[in-house]
């Protein structure tokens, strides 16, 4: 039986007239902003599909990649990157300023934003995760944004992505599944080590995210509940949500309790001339009747008898 081999492909943008090519680059590459000189511009990418992973080698003149707010709400990508230069650069993410040796390989978050400085790509490899593989081997991914593997864990990794690029001609279909899962394994071992260390300074950023998420459900207390816009509009993956909301009882939890407060305050407002029902709808109560009902599980009250209680009525 012949064997096959996993799908490759190559990209350059020597052929096109210069004048082209810049804008030809950042088609192929249209989920960031890319800043770089037009004039002199070259650059030529190589891919292979192994199982999940989609493997890169990179070669281009200075490019400076971004992701803002806006581009991760709207696109919505829900991978990971590994970058591995041959180039000292820095990176601009919500944790601040990261600098990146030459060398080492960062973790970036494609549904968080960041900034990268100019820097050529020199036979740089890349690796594009999707969310669901790393998280198979990674369940806390909060400290993974930014992240930069230095140190014996960084070289190890770093030697496996340049072995796979080296190699990546002679991987079969037949043997992609198992690469690809033995270099989630190695990944996972190698990061662990250094999420330990960002577990202790990630606290300030995970406290600013948690004031953010609970003013953001403040300002929508007479809306839906919509995770997945929550997440787009502050930044976050669900799962990243979920934790920071978990010693709150959960976001829907949380919500119900800030409606609560809310409506308390309004039943207490003697200017305050809606129904129950109208404040009800509101509010964001699915009927009057489930408001009475959880307005006295935490009050011990209905609304109404709280309202003339309040007032003195």
Aim: glycine share 6%; hydrophobic share 40%; charged share 20%.
């Amino acid at each position: 039986m012949a064997l096959t081999y996993v799908p490759r492909a190559h990209f350059s943008t020597d052929a096109l007239p210069e004048r082209e090519r810049l804008d030809a680059w950042r088609s192929l590459f249209s989920a960031h902003d890319l800043a770089a000189d037009a004039q002199g511009f070259s650059a030529r990418i190589e891919t292979a599909q192994v199982g999940p992973m989609s493997l890169r080698v990179m070669n281009a003149v200075s490019q400076g990649p971004a992701r803002s707010r806006l581009q991760t709400r709207r696109d919505g990508l829900d991978s990971f990157v590994l970058h591995l230069s041959r180039h000292a650069y820095s990176a601009d993410t919500e944790r601040g300023v990261v600098d990146v040796p030459a060398g080492s390989v960062s973790f970036n978050d494609m549904s968080q934003s960041y900034r990268r400085s100019l820097v050529p790509e020199t036979d740089s490899v890349i690796l594009v995760l999707p969310r669901a593989s790393v998280t198979s081997v990674l369940p806390n991914e909060d400290g993974l944004h930014g992240l930069v593997l230095q140190g014996g864990t960084g070289l190890l990794l770093a030697d496996h992505l340049r072995s796979l690029a080296r190699n990546s001609h002679a991987i079969t279909t037949a043997d992609s599944a198992h690469i690809a899962q033995a270099t989630l394994h190695m990944l996972a071992a190698c990061v662990r080590p250094s999420l330990a260390t960002f577990a202790e300074a990630s606290a300030p950023l995970n406290d600013a995210r948690l004031r953010a998420a609970k003013r953001f459900v403040r300002d929508h207390l007479n809306s839906p509940l919509k995770i997945d816009a929550m997440s787009k509009a502050l930044g976050m993956s669900r799962s990243q949500l979920y934790r920071l909301f978990e010693q709150e009882g959960g976001v829907a939890r949380y919500l119900a309790r800030q409606r609560l407060s809310a409506l308390r305050v309004a039943l207490e407002d003697p200017l305050e001339r809606r129904t129950i029902g109208e404040l009800s709808d509101a509010f964001g109560f699915s009927s009057t009747a489930a408001l009475s009902q959880a307005f006295r599980q935490a009050y011990g009250l209905t609304p109404r008898d709280y309202r003339a209680s309040a007032r003195g009525f």
